[in-house]
């Protein structure tokens, strides 16, 4: 799993009352000396306030350094989520230079003490950070965070039964993890237990059921659930048919820069469902989602110009994102693309493998 900014349920995590309501609400402006005080004087829970204040410019002006040393203080003086914060610190480089192995010290320090919230976080890095995979060990830390009723790792671990990663492949099991977390309005959650719905895979198949979950997920912008709850408005699953309906939710769904809503989207102008037909608008969107490494934006792309639509006509440029999109396994439109390579000349040819070795997928 990327950690991306994109998402809004990302592994950005609870604190304490103190720390969460100084991070989220408190004015700017307003005077800290009274926490400075209490921080000054060795109060740790002051101390990690204080360095959310810096770290998130509330109040104060942003300054990640000062931020860290105040998380530094607590950490080592035992405080869990001054110890999480610390390591957050580290995973994004922040006032740092950004050490993974030193995030997971201090979030072992913290999840030791039982904080849910570094275990999740603990838990999600030895899953999916290619350079500190443990999956046992990271079943361990989800697990218990789920226990302790965490929801974040509730959707985590249910990920990790549907996946089969460190646990056998459950898909049962995955879904009663993700109605516990979606139970509390756990948005990504919710929306893994509507595609299962969707799927009949763990559950039974009920477009109803999907709809109810895949809903209470889009009502928080959550992106995924957007371009789902907009698919099944674009092919009239569980919904009656809507293309302007489904162009609406997909856009809100595009504008957060979810790939596979930028495709569905494109393909809506590029047919005119919906939306007035515009070929360029289709190129937009189905480019950026194919710089972003999704296939079937790539193939959609790849028959923009071989036909010259919406964008000059070009072999060359159509032969590369035809290649990339048939690494996806997205070969749609075969035959123009064997058209289009028995038009290549030798050098398009030498070209085309130039432009495909230059690729670098966007973040």
């Given at each position: 799993?990327?950690?991306?900014s994109?998402?809004p349920r990302?592994l950005?995590l609870a604190?304490?009352?103190l720390?969460?309501?100084?991070?989220l609400?408190?004015?700017?402006?307003?005077?800290?000396?009274?926490l400075?005080?209490a921080?000054e004087?060795?109060?740790?829970e002051?101390?990690n306030?204080l360095?959310l204040?810096y770290?998130n410019?509330?109040?104060?002006?942003?300054d990640?350094?000062?931020?860290?040393?105040?998380?530094?203080?607590a950490?080592?003086?035992?405080?869990a989520?001054?110890?999480?914060n610390?390591?957050?610190?580290?995973?994004d480089?922040r006032g740092?230079?950004a050490?993974?192995a030193e995030?997971?010290?201090?979030l072992r320090k913290a999840a030791e003490?039982?904080?849910a919230?570094?275990q999740?976080?603990l838990?999600a890095?030895l899953?999916?950070?290619p350079a500190?995979?443990?999956?046992q060990?990271?079943?361990v830390w989800?697990?218990?965070?789920?226990?302790?009723?965490?929801a974040?790792?509730m959707?985590l671990?249910?990920?990790?039964y549907?996946e089969?990663?460190?646990v056998?492949?459950d898909?049962?099991?995955a879904?009663?993890?993700?109605r516990k977390?979606?139970?509390?309005?756990y948005a990504s959650?919710e929306?893994r237990?509507?595609?299962?719905?969707?799927?009949?895979?763990?559950?039974p198949?009920?477009?109803?059921?999907?709809l109810?979950?895949?809903?209470?997920?889009?009502n928080?912008?959550y992106a995924?659930?957007?371009?789902?709850?907009?698919w099944?408005?674009?092919?009239?699953?569980g919904?009656?048919?809507?293309f302007?309906?489904?162009?609406?939710?997909?856009?809100?769904a595009?504008?957060?820069?979810?790939?596979?809503?930028?495709?569905n989207?494109g393909?809506?102008y590029?047919t005119?469902?919906?939306?007035?037909?515009?070929?360029?608008?289709?190129?937009?969107?189905?480019?950026l989602?194919a710089?972003?490494?999704y296939g079937g934006a790539q193939?959609?792309?790849?028959?923009?110009?071989?036909?010259?639509?919406g964008?000059?006509?070009?072999p060359?440029?159509?032969a590369?994102?035809?290649?990339?999109?048939?690494?996806?396994?997205?070969?749609?439109?075969?035959?123009v693309?064997?058209?289009i390579?028995?038009?290549l000349?030798?050098?398009?040819?030498a070209?085309?493998?130039?432009?495909?070795?230059?690729?670098?997928a966007?973040?």
């Amino acid at each position: 799993m990327r950690v991306s900014s994109r998402n809004p349920r990302s592994l950005s995590l609870a604190v304490p009352v103190l720390a969460a309501w100084l991070a989220l609400t408190f004015p700017a402006g307003a005077q800290l000396e009274p926490l400075r005080a209490a921080a000054e004087a060795g109060d740790l829970e002051a101390q990690n306030a204080l360095g959310l204040a810096y770290r998130n410019g509330r109040a104060v002006p942003q300054d990640y350094q000062t931020a860290l040393n105040w998380f530094r203080k607590a950490a080592e003086r035992g405080h869990a989520p001054a110890q999480r914060n610390l390591a957050q610190m580290y995973l994004d480089g922040r006032g740092v230079k950004a050490d993974p192995a030193e995030a997971v010290r201090w979030l072992r320090k913290a999840a030791e003490q039982n904080f849910a919230p570094a275990q999740s976080l603990l838990g999600a890095l030895l899953a999916w950070n290619p350079a500190l995979t443990n999956l046992q060990e990271a079943v361990v830390w989800l697990r218990r965070a789920a226990e302790n009723n965490y929801a974040e790792a509730m959707d985590l671990l249910g990920l990790l039964y549907m996946e089969g990663r460190g646990v056998p492949q459950d898909y049962a099991e995955a879904a009663r993890w993700f109605r516990k977390a979606a139970e509390q309005d756990y948005a990504s959650a919710e929306h893994r237990l509507a595609v299962l719905h969707l799927e009949g895979k763990g559950v039974p198949q009920d477009d109803a059921e999907a709809l109810k979950w895949v809903e209470q997920a889009a009502n928080q912008n959550y992106a995924a659930a957007l371009e789902t709850l907009g698919w099944m408005h674009m092919t009239g699953r569980g919904v009656p048919q809507d293309f302007a309906k489904a162009a609406s939710l997909l856009r809100k769904a595009a504008d957060q820069n979810y790939a596979a809503a930028q495709n569905n989207l494109g393909k809506l102008y590029e047919t005119g469902r919906g939306v007035p037909q515009d070929f360029a608008e289709a190129a937009r969107l189905y480019r950026l989602a194919a710089e972003r490494d999704y296939g079937g934006a790539q193939n959609n792309l790849a028959l923009l110009y071989a036909r010259g639509q919406g964008v000059p006509r070009d072999p060359v440029e159509a032969a590369k994102w035809f290649a990339l999109a048939e690494r996806h396994g997205d070969t749609n439109g075969a035959d123009v693309r064997a058209e289009i390579l028995r038009e290549l000349t030798p050098e398009q040819r030498a070209e085309v493998e130039k432009r495909i070795r230059e690729f670098k997928a966007k973040p």
